[in-house]
C-alpha cells in the first residue's frame, strides 16, 4: 500500500462536518475517529440514543435503550421505542425534489416531498382496501422508478413489509423468493428497457402469479385494462395515516443471493434499518438536508433501500433505470452535472469499466456539486482509487464502504475525518465493534482473517423466513465463533492507518501450499492489465493440494498468447507473491455474475470439479457456465 493518502481532508471540512458536531454534542474531541469509535462501542446505548437524538427520529424512543447487550444475538433495542419508517422518510415536506427518477431513453420525471406524500397516501390507501395490514407482505417485481419507492412507502407506512426483486429475474427466481414469504399482493410491469432494448415480461408475471396463489391483486406499471398505478393517482387522496410501531415491527424481506441453495429470506425491522441509516448517511457519508443522492442499483440490491433512505436525512434521490454505459459509457456521469448530484455510487466493476473505456470526467465534465463517490459491491482496486483521484475528482472523498444485505448496512466504510489511502476503506462503522481474527477468534492487525462482529447492532435481522427456532439464522452468522458475528469477508487491518483491505469471501479463499489468499488480491493485479475486460480466479483440487486458476476475458482484438500469459503472471508475481501466480491462465468469453454483480467463484469452483451449479438462476448469465465446464486444460 502506498504510503501517502491520496486524500486528506481540509480543517474546514471536519469543522463543517455533522460528525464534528455529533463529536462535540458526546465530548469526543474531532478529529480522532479512533476515539470516537471507541468511545461508541464502551457507551453503545447512549452512543445509539444519541443517534436518535441527533437524526431527529421521528418517534418515542421510550425509556430503555436496550435489554441484555451482552447477548449476541438476542439483544433488544429501543424496547419500548415506537415509529414509523414511512413517515420518517417523508417529513421534509417543504422541501422542492424528494425524488428525480431517469430512464434509458433520458425520460425525465421529478417529485417533490409534498407529491411524494399524496402519491404515497393514495397508494397505503389502494393497499388497505385490498385488505393489506401490518405484517402482510406486499412484492415488487419492478425497475429502479419512482413507482417503487412510492409502492414501499405506502407498504411502510401501514405497517405492512416490503420486499422487492428486479424485472431482469426469471420466473424461477423470483418464485424461489416469493414462495417463501407468501405475498398478498404483487406490483409489477409489462416489460422494461436495458441497452437499448425492450423485454416483455407479462407473460413471466402471470406465471408467477399463478405459483404463487397467496397474490391476491397484481398492481401494473403501466396503464392496463387491469389495475394500474395510473388509476391508483386518479384516486381521491386522503391523508397519511401513519400508526406508530415497534422498533423492531418488520419493515423488509430481503434475499441472500442464492447461489449456494434457495435464497435465504432475511427480515430486517424498521426501527434497526432507520437508525443504522441515518447513522451512515449523516456520520460516515455526510449527508446533509438538500443534498442530492445517487447510487446506481436495482430494486433486487440492498442498495437500494439504503438509497432511498436518504429521503430521511431531506436529501433528494436520483433513480436510474436501464444500462450504465447506454447510449454512452459517460451516461451515468452526465447525471453529476444535469441534476447536481453531491453524492454519486456505483460498483467497483463500474469504476474499473470506465477507466478502461479512458473516461476521465474531470477533463469533460464540471462537477462541481460532487462532494463523495460511493462504490461496494466488491473490493475496489488500488487502480482503481488512484484512478478517481487522477481522472474523477481530486477532492472528492472516496469512500469504499463494506457491510451487506445480512445488515442491510455496512460494517466498515469512509469518514469525514480520516485521509483516503489507496485500496483501503477508511474504517469501522460506529456503534459496531468490527474486528479481524484468526482461527481462533484472536485480534489481528497487518494480517488477513475473518472480519467479525463481537457485539450486537441494532440492524441484526430479525429472523429467517420458515426458520422458527433460528436454526439457519444462527448457522449463517454465530456457527464458527461463539456470539461473534461473521459472514465470511476474509479481510486485513491496516494498523498504520485503521483503514481495511477486504480480500475476497472467505468462502473462496485459495489455499495453496496451505498459504490463504483471497481472490481480490489477484484481481487487484489482473486489473491493472489493459487487455483484460474481466477475470475470475479459483481454487482446483489437484494432487491433494490446491492450484490457482485464473480465467480471463480479454478484449475483442486481443489474444491470450504466451506474451500475455506470462505478463499477467509476472504482474501478479511482482505486486503479490509467487503463491498468487496461477497455474494455469486460461480464456473464457464470459465471467458468471450476480444479479447485484458479484463474481459467482463458488459456482465456477463446482462445475470444473464436475459438479453441478447449485442455483444456477440467481446468476444474472448461467449460460456462461458452460464455457467452465469439461476443460482438457485442467486434467494436467
Known amino acids: 500500500m502506498n504510503a501517502s493518502p491520496l486524500r486528506t481532508p481540509s480543517d474546514s471540512s471536519i469543522q463543517a462536518s455533522n460528525l464534528t458536531q455529533f463529536a462535540h454534542a458526546v465530548g469526543i474531541q474531532p478529529p480522532d475517529f479512533s476515539a470516537m469509535h471507541r468511545w461508541s462501542i464502551d457507551h453503545r446505548p447512549e452512543f445509539w440514543k444519541r443517534v436518535w437524538s441527533f437524526t431527529e427520529i421521528r418517534g418515542d424512543c421510550g425509556l430503555r435503550t436496550v435489554i441484555d447487550p451482552h447477548l449476541f444475538p438476542g439483544a433488544r433495542w429501543f424496547p419500548d421505542a415506537r415509529l414509523n419508517f414511512a413517515e420518517n422518510l417523508l417529513r421534509y415536506k417543504h422541501e422542492p425534489q424528494a425524488l428525480v427518477s431517469k430512464d434509458?431513453?433520458?425520460?425525465?420525471?421529478?417529485?417533490?416531498?409534498?407529491?411524494?406524500?399524496?402519491?404515497t397516501s393514495r397508494f397505503a390507501n389502494h393497499l388497505r382496501n385490498q385488505g393489506v395490514g401490518p405484517g402482510d407482505t406486499v412484492a415488487a417485481w419492478l425497475p429502479n422508478v419512482s413507482e417503487a419507492v412510492v409502492g414501499m412507502l405506502g407498504t411502510a407506512s401501514l405497517g405492512a413489509v416490503w420486499t422487492?426483486?428486479?424485472?431482469?429475474?426469471?420466473?424461477?427466481?423470483?418464485?424461489?423468493?416469493?414462495?417463501?414469504?407468501?405475498?398478498?399482493?404483487?406490483?409489477?410491469?409489462?416489460?422494461?428497457?436495458?441497452?437499448?432494448?425492450?423485454?416483455?415480461?407479462r407473460r413471466k408475471v402471470e406465471q408467477v402469479q399463478q405459483a404463487v396463489p397467496s397474490i391476491r391483486s397484481v398492481v401494473w406499471l403501466e396503464d392496463s385494462e387491469r389495475c394500474s398505478f395510473a388509476r391508483i393517482w386518479d384516486e381521491q387522496p386522503r391523508s397519511i395515516d401513519c400508526p406508530q410501531l415497534p422498533f423492531n415491527h418488520p419493515l423488509y424481506i430481503l434475499y441472500s443471493s442464492g447461489?449456494?441453495?434457495?435464497?435465504?429470506?432475511?427480515?430486517?425491522?424498521?426501527?434497526?434499518?432507520?437508525?443504522?441509516?441515518?447513522?451512515?448517511?449523516?456520520?460516515?457519508?455526510?449527508?446533509?438536508?438538500?443534498?442530492?443522492?445517487?447510487?446506481?442499483?436495482?430494486?433486487?440490491?440492498?442498495?437500494?433501500?439504503?438509497?432511498?433512505?436518504?429521503?430521511?436525512?431531506?436529501?433528494?434521490?436520483?433513480?436510474?433505470?436501464?444500462?450504465?454505459?447506454?447510449?454512452?459509457?459517460?451516461?451515468?456521469?452526465?447525471?453529476?452535472?444535469?441534476?447536481?448530484?453531491?453524492?454519486?455510487?456505483?460498483?467497483?466493476?463500474?469504476?474499473?469499466?470506465?477507466?478502461?473505456?479512458?473516461?476521465?470526467?474531470?477533463?469533460?465534465?464540471?462537477?462541481?456539486?460532487?462532494?463523495?463517490?460511493?462504490?461496494?459491491?466488491?473490493?475496489?482496486?488500488?487502480?482503481?482509487?488512484?484512478?478517481?483521484?487522477?481522472?474523477?475528482?481530486?477532492?472528492?472523498?472516496?469512500?469504499?464502504?463494506?457491510?451487506?444485505?445480512?445488515?442491510?448496512?455496512?460494517?466498515?466504510l469512509g469518514n469525514p475525518w480520516q485521509p483516503v489511502f489507496e485500496g483501503e476503506i477508511q474504517g469501522p462503522g460506529l456503534g459496531m465493534d468490527v474486528d479481524v481474527v484468526d482461527d481462533g477468534c484472536n485480534s489481528i492487525d497487518d494480517a488477513k482473517g475473518e472480519l467479525v462482529c463481537r457485539k450486537s447492532f441494532p440492524s441484526t435481522p430479525l429472523r429467517f423466513v420458515n426458520d422458527p427456532d433460528d436454526r439457519k439464522f444462527r448457522g449463517a452468522y454465530f456457527d464458527r465463533f461463539e456470539a461473534?458475528?461473521?459472514?465470511?469477508?476474509?479481510?486485513?487491518?491496516?494498523?498504520?492507518?485503521?483503514?481495511?483491505?477486504?480480500?475476497?469471501?472467505?468462502?473462496?479463499?485459495?489455499?495453496?501450499?496451505?498459504?490463504?489468499?483471497?481472490?481480490?488480491?489477484?484481481?487487484?493485479?489482473?486489473?491493472?492489465?489493459?487487455?483484460?475486460?474481466?477475470?475470475?480466479?479459483?481454487?482446483?483440487?489437484?494432487?491433494?493440494?490446491?492450484?490457482?486458476?485464473?480465467?480471463?476475458?480479454?478484449?475483442?482484438?486481443?489474444?491470450?498468447?504466451?506474451?500475455?500469459?506470462?505478463?499477467?503472471?509476472?504482474?501478479?508475481?511482482?505486486?503479490?507473491?509467487?503463491?498468487?501466480?496461477?497455474?494455469?491462465?486460461?480464456?473464457v468469453p464470459d465471467v458468471p455474475r450476480t444479479r447485484s454483480g458479484k463474481i459467482a467463484e463458488l459456482a465456477v469452483r463446482d462445475v470444473i470439479h464436475g459438479r453441478a451449479a447449485v442455483n444456477t438462476a440467481a446468476l444474472s448469465n448461467p449460460e456462461s457456465l458452460d464455457a467452465y465446464a469439461n476443460l482438457e486444460e485442467l486434467t494436467s
Not at 426483486?165 to 406490483?187: C, E, M, T, Y
Not at 475496489?380 to 481522472?391: G, K, M, N
Request: include cysteine; charge should be neutral.
Open 484 to 587: 461473534t458475528w461473521a459472514h465470511g469477508d476474509f479481510c486485513e487491518r491496516v494498523s498504520r492507518t485503521g483503514g481495511y483491505v477486504i480480500h475476497g469471501r472467505s468462502d473462496a479463499v485459495l489455499n495453496p501450499g496451505g498459504v490463504r489468499i483471497g481472490t481480490a488480491e489477484i484481481y487487484r493485479q489482473v486489473e491493472t492489465i489493459p487487455e483484460i475486460v474481466d477475470c475470475v480466479c479459483v481454487g482446483q483440487d489437484w494432487q491433494g493440494d490446491t492450484r490457482v486458476i485464473l480465467f480471463v476475458v480479454v478484449e475483442p482484438e486481443t489474444r491470450l498468447d504466451s506474451e500475455l500469459v506470462a505478463r499477467i503472471r509476472m504482474r501478479i508475481r511482482e505486486n503479490a507473491t509467487p503463491r498468487h501466480v496461477p497455474s494455469k491462465v486460461l480464456e
Open 164 to 201: 422487492s426483486v428486479s424485472p431482469d429475474f426469471g420466473v424461477a427466481a423470483v418464485v424461489d423468493r416469493l414462495g417463501q414469504i407468501h405475498p398478498k399482493v404483487l406490483l409489477a410491469c409489462n416489460r422494461y428497457r436495458y441497452n437499448g432494448r425492450e423485454f416483455n415480461i
Open 104 to 119: 434509458q431513453s433520458g425520460e425525465r420525471t421529478a417529485m417533490s416531498f409534498a407529491e411524494l406524500a399524496e402519491k
Open 259 to 412: 447461489t449456494t441453495g434457495k435464497p435465504k429470506c432475511i427480515v430486517h425491522g424498521a426501527g434497526g434499518s432507520l437508525i443504522q441509516h441515518l447513522k451512515e448517511h449523516q456520520l460516515h457519508v455526510d449527508l446533509r438536508r438538500g443534498d442530492c443522492v445517487f447510487f446506481f442499483t436495482t430494486t433486487g440490491w440492498m442498495m437500494w433501500n439504503w438509497l432511498v433512505s436518504a429521503l430521511a436525512s431531506g436529501s433528494a434521490v436520483v433513480l436510474f433505470d436501464g444500462s450504465p454505459f447506454h447510449p454512452h459509457p459517460g451516461r451515468l456521469i452526465d447525471l453529476i452535472d444535469s441534476e447536481g448530484i453531491t453524492v454519486f455510487g456505483a460498483g467497483a466493476k463500474y469504476f474499473a469499466s470506465i477507466q478502461r473505456e479512458g473516461l476521465a470526467p474531470i477533463e469533460t465534465h464540471d462537477l462541481a456539486s460532487l462532494r463523495t463517490i460511493l462504490s461496494t459491491g466488491s473490493p475496489l482496486s488500488q487502480e482503481s482509487f488512484r484512478y478517481c483521484y487522477r481522472s474523477f475528482k481530486p477532492d472528492a472523498q472516496l469512500a469504499s464502504i463494506s457491510g451487506g444485505t445480512d445488515l442491510i448496512s455496512c460494517f466498515v
